[in-house]
Each structure stands twice: as C-alpha cells, then as structure tokens.
C-alpha cells in the first residue's frame, strides 16, 4: 500500500507546531500502525530528517504508553485497539492518515506525538490506592471472601491502561473515565470501602485542579476506550461523590 | 573485586531466613529519615521495593525511562502468580514450590534463595488481596487457581489473562500512596546513565532527563537495580521496546559480576514473526496450554501442502496429525516446561514440519477443549450432548470466558479467528535468568549496590517455571531487600547526606557527557536500529534456542566487529539537550552489543546443557538435553575486564543440602 | 446540571398539560391558567423556584462550556465526534441556544404581558382571557414558524438531557436501558404535543 500521512511536529511543549506531509511507500497490511512509523523514521534519519517522536513501549496493547490521534478517533479507527495494535489492513491503499497527538490542557505535548500525561499519575497520588502497608502481615487472603459478581466488576475497572485515549477522545477532555476506573475498583471491594469517601473527593479534587473538562455523559469515552471500561463506572463515581459530598 | 562470597546464612534450610531476619543489623526509625536510597525502575520488584522502603521511612528516590512507573513491562505478564498456599487442597506446600522450582531451573539456582522464595510467597497474595488487587474468584468468593507448566498441582494465582497488570497496578498504587505521602520522589522520564562509586560503595546515579536531555546527579547511601531482564538483546522478543540491559550493564563496568548471561528463556507460545518489519513478538500465555494441544502434520507433504496454502489445517485427519508433546512426553504432554515445549517446536519446524509461510510455526488447537468444554454445559445446562453445533457453541462460550483477552489480540493481530482455525505459535525470548549476580542479601558485588527482580540471577536457574518471574519480583521488592538492605544501611546512620559536588561525581558526569557527544557528533551512515536488528539476528541464530562451540564462537567475533563498526557508523540524529529517542535508544543498544559478546561467552564455556541452554555437543541419544552436574554445578559470575571475551570467570559453586540433584524428566 | 434538568423536564411535563387543555376545552384552559396565574404559592414560590432553575441550568450550562472548550486549548485537526458520540450529546450548548433565544421571546410574548397586567397596570382580573391571548399569539406563521423550530431543538436537547441526568445523579443499572427508551418517548412526545398545540390552534385561527 502507498499512503500519504499529514504528521503533527512540534519541537517541545512551548513551540508552536504544524502539520507536515510525508509519503510512505509498500507498507504491508500485516504490519501494525507503529511500525509503519518505525519505518517512516527509518526513511526520515536515511533522509536527514528530526525522526518523529511518540510515545510506545510494550507494543501489546497493556502497557498504555502509545497514544496517536489518528484520522480524529484516538488510537485510529478500530475499537478495543490502542496504537500498537491497530494494524494497516484497517487502511487502504491511497488513503491520506492524519496523526495528532492526543490533545488536551492537562496533558501537554512533549514532542511531536508524545504528550505528558503525568497528570495522571497525580490524580493516582491523591487517593488511588488502599492505605495497607506492605509488610505482608495482613490477614489470610482467603479470609476476605468477595461475591463473583463483584470480583469481576472490579477486575473489569481495573483493566484501565491509563492511555488518555478517554480524555483525548472526549469533546471536553474529561478524566471521568479514568478516574471512576479506579474509584470504581475500590468502591467494589471490601477492602477498599474503608476509606471511600476521602478517596473519591481527593481523587476528583485533583482531577478538576489538573485542568480536565466535565464529563457532559457523550458515551464517546467508552466506544474509544481500548479497554471497553464502561460508563457505568462514570455512573459509580457520581453516586460515590453525592455520598461522600453529604458526608462531608 | 574479592572471592564471591553469597552469605548463605548457616543452619537448616527451612530456618535460614527465619534467623537471618532475626541476626541482622536493623536501622531504628529515627534514623531511617536521614538515610536516602534509589531505585531504578518500576517493575514489580522497582515498584514494591520503593514502597515497602518509602513505607519503612527511607527516604526513596525513583527513577523510570516511561513516562509513568505504570508501564512497566510486568505489567505485560498475563498467566499468574505461584503461591503455595494450597487452597485447593492437592498436596502443594512450601517444599513442594521449592522443589518445583529447583527442579524447573535445572540445578542451577541457589538452594537458599529459593527456599525464601517459596517461604514468602503465600504472604504476597495476602499482600496483593489486601491491596485490592481483583484476582479471579469463584462462586463461593474464594479465590481461584490454575495450573502451569512443569508442575503437578493448581497453584496459581490469577486475573484473567492481566495478572501481570493487576499485580503492577497493586504495586504502584502502593508507589502511590508513598508519593502522596512525599516519601517517594519519582522521577519519570528519565534514563540512569552511570552508577558513582565514592570509596568503593555505591553512593548515586547520573540520570539523564529524557525531556530536556539535561545530566542530573543524584546521591544516595544505596542504590538498587530494578531495571528488568536483556531479552532485547535479540531484537525481536516478547519484552518491551525500550526494555533494556543498560543499568545492570553499568553497574557490572563498575564491578558488579554478571552472572549466566546465556540463561534466557524462550517462550514456547508466542505469535510467528509475520515479516522484516516485525517489531516485536507477543505472547500468548502459557495457560492456554491447559486447553490447547499443540501439533503439526505427521507427513511431510502434508506440511508442505498447508505453507503452501492448499490445505487447510481442519481439513486435516486426527490420525495424520503429530501431537508431538503428548508424544514424546505422556506424563506432561502440552505442560511440559517452556524450555522442552519450545526445542520441540524447534526440532519439528527444522526437520519441516512447521506450518505458516516462513515454516517456523507449529498449531495450537482448541478445538478438542472447546468440545469437552461445550459437552460438559450442554451436561449441566440439560441439553443435547450430541448436537455438535449446540456443544461447538458451548465450548466457545466457556473458552472465551477464560482466555477471550488473548483469543481477541491474537485475532487482531494475526487476522485469523482461534475459535475456529488452531493458532500458530512459535517460540520467542521471553525472559533471562542470568543478570545481575547477587548474595542472599540481593547486594551486588559492589557494597550497597543491589539487583532485585528479573534483572539479578538468583531464583531461576537454567529456566524460569511459568507464574515464577511476578512471584520472584514481588518477593524481591514487599519482604527481602526492605530487610536485607538494612544489614549494609546500619553503617550508614551518621553518614549524612551525600553530596553530589565531589570529584566522584563530577568524572562519572563527564564520563557520560562525552560518550552521548560522541554519539551525536559521530555523523555516520547507519541507523542505530541497523546495528540492533543485525545484533538480533546474530544472537538468534547462534545463541538461540540450540547452541554449538562453532556457532559461538562465530557470534563472538560477529558481535566484536558490529561494535566497532558501530561506534564507526553509527548515524544519531538530532541534539543532546532534547527530547531525542534515537540518542537513548544508542545508549542501549551501546551495551547490548557489550553483553550480547559475554552472552556467547558464557554459552561457550558452559559445555553442557540445562534448562534453556541448549548445547548440541550435549545431548542424550534421543536428542534431550544432558546435564554435566560433575563440571557445571557452578554460577558463572563474570567480572569486567574491558573486553567482555577477556571477562573474568568467578565459579560460585551450587551446594544442594536438601535436594538430590537429579536428572530432569518429563516423561 | 442534572438536577436543573430535570426539574425543568417535570415543569416541561406539567406545562404542556396545562396547553393541552387549550385543545380539549377553552374553559379548563383559562380555569387552570386562572389557577396558576393567581394562586400565591405558585406566583410567589413556585414562579421564583422556575425561575431560579431556568437561569441556573443555562449560566451552569454556559460555564460548564467555557470550563470545557478551556481543558483543549489546542484543538485537532481532524477530529471524528461523529465516530463515537450522538449529534445530540455533542451540541447541547447549540440546542440549549436556541431553546434559550426561544424563551425570551416566550417571555416577550407571555411573561411580560402577563406581569405587566398583574402587577404593574394592575388591570382588573378577568378569569376568562388566557384563551384568547393564547389564541391571538399563534396568528402569525412566522411566530409559529419559530415555535415549531424551538421544540425540534428542545427534543434534541431533551433526547440526551433527559437520560444523561440520571447518568450524572449515579443512576446506571439495569433500568437504564428502560430510563433509555422512556427519554426517547418523552423527548419526541412532548416537544411534539406543544408543536401540535400550536399549529392546532394556528390552523383553527386562519
């Protein structure tokens, strides 16, 4: 297939960036969207140019590093894929592929296709965690018993990779979805009820400080999310901050 | 560098760790404060680690190359955890994971080490369950369990086909809470360039921060290694991209010993490679050896037919069918160790067998479980056990609920449907046993140096038994080195901070700006992924899952001369004080191309094979592996010495107390 | 938001009836207009409660709009909401535009009439003029027109307004789907009625 990919460049967070146009030539249908890109860069270093930059490690679809735009949906145009995993036959010769990367105040570009998404990671500090020490001297983990149904809910919010392709992908660059993700894990458990209510008005607290939008309940999160986490979770959260918030 | 002394402690095996946390030194609370420690990387062992000594009262300082310590590679691991904690009731103990794992590495782990593994590994999963990690239940809310290869009882623990994921998540949510509290100081996006030795002791990093490229010194009164395995010495492998070996490569340049560099680990189900552009290669998790048998065609033709596209492997009689395990080893069949599953597979795709276009791939079929499965819910559900549509539909059901993650990526990425047509599957490097070499306290052969995970040699020995890497990396991080490393930080109480404006300091500095100008202004030819991938190919194809004396020693001056052409030709665009991809990526593939030669030292010499070291001069009549345990019952711990063909061999010699060393058999 | 909403969807619910009696009798029209129009607690508490949520889900409305167009300062380039997300649920702020224009000349029309006559000319009360004010207000085509065009834009706005409260107030279960289905009778059922009412009574005036 030959294809023509209009590529956002930008130099570090504070340059102002543009789009730049590069051909790309014979790429197989087998290969995924990232190593079509290792091959542009290989092409682009050959030529003299600044390869592209962007973001991507495990390249099976867990880790949640890759983050591309691609022809306005997050992550391209294939569902429960992030970047890695999206693979050119989705593509058809011809085709012209707009890549961006993922946009959004609270996360900033790094350079060209990579964004920082530290934001994150703060929202996490703020409470996204049950406060056990590590020792090991807790009780038997059998002792515990949870109800199957709940087991998996929870399992099912924690699958959330932390990509951002919710934020990127929302109209208002909302985080609801990542964060009822791990409120929602806690919010199922046993364990994690002890402390509920300071974890979601600690957790929200930093998501609304790190500039993110509101959720206005669009649903486009959930159809982008490579993990299928759903909108019930968003739900959850609400429930869980009314709670918290009349608890004081 | 002195004799290697490991620290075994004295007494009965199974009190060894018992009075050893009992006899060392600890470091009282008020004291904790004043005392600073770093570590690189956050996998499970870098991430539980930083917690656990946060959690202490060290004052933790963190560093990962991602742009979040929740990438990570373990976060990759998808089959489960061991644990002896014998829920199910068939006969597990502590011994017996012991065991299993000595045996599953072949005789060449430490005794002692392993013991401990298998002692602290129940409290993990108390650990993780307490922490809010959603392993799988069952109906009655207890906690659930499978079975894996080279071991006879259901021992492991799970989260669908994401326990690596969970467990990470665990760990950082732990990193979290430390963070939060300010006892962790992270450090995302940044690289560790160099390890500052003050007196002979670890004192700090140089660290390169990945966004503006800056050099930045840290001091600490310890620093701990967490930085993974080297894999991605063979390009192509199941680990991450930017997985690399390059802190542990700095570390041995300053004295630490590497030990059995040639102990990797291929994987036997990963997905074939598809072409040139192959990036990397994915697992498909030991588990779906539980349900999936793995074959190729008996005849040849037949084989041939199928690469050719002619025949379709359904179309396929039972009778002509090979399953080849099960074959040749009936007491295991599918289930036998990654290490044997993966040279069968190798053994039949070169005699011409194999099954894709390349003819490197073999089948793993479904369809036997999937009709066991769809009868058994037909039974229960009160239907017809003898509609095959019905059952077929069943069976799919049953199987997508317990592996429909890993049928699902399969499918995207191979483009073909697992439910109906078996998958192909080829073994891959999937994880090194060798690394870092470190005594009982995870201290390297630099004092306060530590090694802990995947990246020191220690639990594994030859070959790694599935659901063992998470185990040993958690074990590593939540319950020994927050002990062990209190032993050496005891001295340390009235040091006081440590200054980073000292000569020391200021050489390793310069040391490191030099090597990354050098790459910069080096204004060569070739990519630094050209280097990388010929690396690969030399390393998969004479060090790879079958090794000989001829083969190895071609790889050894193969890989000299890339690494000179390298530093000749080597082509890095762009500038030092940015964010520059290639630059980091130079820097690693620098200490690949040191290792990949030791590698095949190591193979070299060890003129035997065990565990995932294959040596074609070692080998029994019908071509298993054959262990030469009166020559090779030794570590092999190799100290720098500029050249790595002139390392300098260190035998740790392996003292078995408790179990008769025997010969392996999965017959 | 939620909250505001769906006060003002219950209001919606109770106005139309009210207009609806206008089509069946031209004496229940004014008795319950009558009603509303004279009785203290709906004049001095209910009134002040309406209108307090109106003003309050629009500038809600509008700053939850600012807040979100600010947390993407840099837009795409190419962007497919299309892909992954209702029309609907994409363009509040527009629907709630045009739903907001269309109340102030829904005041101009009636409120201020209506307050001016009570309260400031202090005409004396005659229980039997609503019908024909109503009557004499959907004369005009354009006026109509304009109506007609408003309440399409409030069904879309209600389409996703309506279900997503319950979204926002933490109501996502197994009665969701049923909440679904109920918004979407409810969205194009009511918008529909006041479009019937008025071209009723506009085609009954030629």
Partial sequence: MNLTLKVWRQANTTTRGSFETYPIADVSPDMSFLEMMDVLNEELIQKGIDPIAFDHDCREGICGMCSMFINGEAHGPDRLVTTCQLHMRKFKDGDTITIEPFRAKAFPVVKDLAVDRSAFDRVQHAGGFISVNTSGNTQDANAITIEKHDADRAFDAATCIGCGACVATCKNASAMLFVSAKVSQYALLPQGKVEATDRVLNMVKQMDEEGFGNCTNTGACEVECPKGISLENIARMNREYLTASIKG | ?667 | MALSGLFLVVFLGQHFTINLASVVSKDSFNELSHFMGNNPLVQFILQPILIFGVVFHFIMGFILELQNRAARANKYGSYKGSANASWMSRNMILSGAVILSFLGLHFYDFWVPEMNYKYFEVLPEDPTRYYEELVHKFVSPVRVGLYVVSFFFLALHLLHGFGSSFQSMGINNKYTPAIKTFTKIYAIAIPAGFVFIALFHHFNAL
């Fill in chain 2, 1 to 667: 560098m002195g004799t290697l002394n490991s620290n075994i402690p004295k007494g009965p095996l199974s009190d060894k760790w018992t009075q050893h946390k009992s006899n060392i030194n600890l470091v009282s609370p008020a004291n904790k404060r004043l005392i600073d420690v770093i570590v690189v990387g956050t996998g499970l062992a870098g991430a539980s680690a930083s917690a656990t000594l946060a959690e202490l009262g060290y004052n933790v300082k963190t560093f990962c190359f991602q742009d979040s310590p929740r990438r990570a590679h373990s976060i990759a691991a998808q089959g489960g955890i061991n644990a002896a904690k014998n829920y199910q009731g068939d006969g597990d103990s502590t011994y017996r994971l012991f065991y299993d794992t000595i045996k599953g590495g072949d005789y060449r782990s430490r005794e002692a080490n392993v013991h401990r593994l298998a002692e602290v590994s129940a409290n993990i999963i108390d650990q993780c369950v307490a922490q809010g990690v959603p392993f799988a239940r069952d109906y009655g809310g207890l906690l659930d369990n499978r079975s894996f290869g080279g071991v006879l009882v259901s021992r492991t623990f799970y989260a669908k086909g994401q326990t690596g994921q969970q467990l990470l998540l665990g760990a950082y949510s732990a990193m979290n809470r430390q963070i939060g509290r300010g006892k962790i100081k992270m450090y995302n996006r940044h690289e560790m360039m160099d390890l500052v030795l003050v007196d002979g002791k670890a004192r700090g990093i140089i660290a390169r921060n990945l966004v503006t490229g800056k050099l930045e010194r840290h001091g600490a009164h310890a620093v701990v290694i967490a930085s993974g395995g080297y894999g991605n010495v063979f390009f192509l492998s199941t680990n991450a991209m930017g997985s690399n070996v390059s802190a542990s490569w700095k570390i041995h340049k300053k004295g630490a010993h590497f030990a059995n560099p040639c102990f990797t680990q291929i994987h036997p189900t990963c997905i074939p490679v598809s072409g040139d552009h192959q990036s990397k290669l994915t697992l498909m998790s030991e588990s779906l050896r539980n349900d999936g048998r793995i074959w190729v065609p008996k005849k040849i033709e037949d084989a041939k037919a199928i690469r050719e596209g002619r025949l379709k492997p359904t179309e396929l009689a039972e009778e002509d069918r090979d399953y080849y395990l099960e074959r040749r080893y009936p007491a295991f069949g599918n289930l036998v160790p990654r290490d044997v599953a993966s040279r069968a597979a190798k053994e039949r795709c070169d005699a011409g067998f194999g099954v894709n276009k390349t003819g490197e791939a073999v089948y793993l079929d479904f369809a036997a479980a999937i009709v066991r499965y769809g009868k058994e819910e037909a039974h229960v559900k009160g239907l017809d056990e003898n509609d095959a549509q019905l059952v077929k539909k069943l069976g799919q059901e049953i199987v997508r609920s317990k592996y429909g993650n890993l049928f699902q990526m399969y499918e995207k990425i191979v483009d073909q449907n697992p439910y109906e047509t078996p998958m192909m599957i080829y073994p891959a490097v999937h994880y090194t046993m060798g690394g870092v070499w470190v005594d009982y306290n995870l201290m390297t052969s630099i004092p306060g140096c530590y090694a802990i995970g995947e990246a020191n040699f220690s639990d594994h020995g030859a070959n790694r038994l599935g659901a063992s890497a998470l185990m040993q990396g958690l074990a590593d991080g939540y319950f020994v080195l927050p002990y062990t490393i209190g032993d050496y930080l005891a001295d340390d109480i009235r040091t006081g901070t440590i200054a980073t404006d000292t000569p020391e300091f200021d050489t390793a500095e310069k040391e490191v700006q030099d090597r990354l100008e050098a790459f910069i202004n080096n204004d060569g030819k070739n990519s630094v992924d050209y280097y990388h991938k010929k690396l690969g190919k030399i390393m998969w194809n004479k060090c790879g899952m079958s090794r000989n004396e001829k083969d190895l020693k071609e790889a050894m001056t193969e890989i000299k001369e890339l690494r000179e052409d390298f530093y000749k030709n080597v082509k890095v665009p762009g500038g030092l004080d940015e964010f520059n991809e290639q630059l980091a990526k130079a820097g690693r593939v620098a200490d690949f191309l040191e290792l990949g030669e030791l590698f095949a030292k190591d193979a070299l010499e060890r003129n035997e094979s065990c565990g995932g070291h294959f040596r074609e001069e070692s080998q029994t009549p019908e071509g298993e592996a054959l262990r030469d345990d009166e020559n090779f019952t030794f570590v092999s711990a190799w100290e720098y010495n500029v050249e790595p063909a002139k390392a300098k061999l260190h035998k740790e010699a392996l003292n078995y107390e408790e179990i008769e060393v025997k010969t392996r058999s999965y017959k």
